[in-house]
């Protein structure tokens, strides 16, 4: 599966996003997705999951109550809305698709990845 993410942009703290990952190729419902998030010079971290059925979600402590993961099966996108940003959430964001029904927390647990759309969030 090929996955196309957009939606980045400049925004001032307090403000918000809707992140998209778009995906071509093989049956969307045939994976759990997850949003990573990278900042300059850091590692790769965990934002949130989604499980194949949109069932399930789980997110890191940074941004829980303030992301939204979603999925849309019949148009092969999910979603990531982000509320209350804050400067420490300035980061490329990447989609991530892993050939499974459950999520997980690991980039190594992923099999395929978008390009990333780059966030930055002034204070």
């Known amino acids: 599966v090929q996955l196309q993410a957009s939606g980045g942009g400049l925004v001032q703290a307090g403000g918000f996003l809707k992140l998209s990952c778009a995906a071509s190729?093989?049956?969307?419902?045939?994976?759990?997705l997850g949003w990573f998030r990278q900042a300059p010079g850091k590692e790769r971290v965990f934002v949130t999951a989604?499980?194949?059925?949109?069932?399930?979600?789980t997110y890191a402590d940074s941004v829980k109550g303030r992301f939204t993961i979603s999925r849309d099966n019949a148009k092969n996108t999910v979603y990531l809305q982000m509320n209350s940003l804050k400067p420490e959430d300035t980061a490329v964001y990447h989609c991530?698709?892993?050939?499974?029904?459950?999520?997980?927390?690991?980039?190594?647990?992923?099999?395929?990845w978008g390009q990333g759309t780059e966030v930055t969030v002034s204070s």
């Open positions: 190729g093989r049956p969307f419902s045939d994976y759990a």
């Open positions: 989604i499980t194949w059925s949109g069932g399930a979600t």
């Open positions: 991530a698709a892993r050939g499974s029904s459950g999520y997980a927390g690991r980039p190594d647990e992923y099999d395929h």
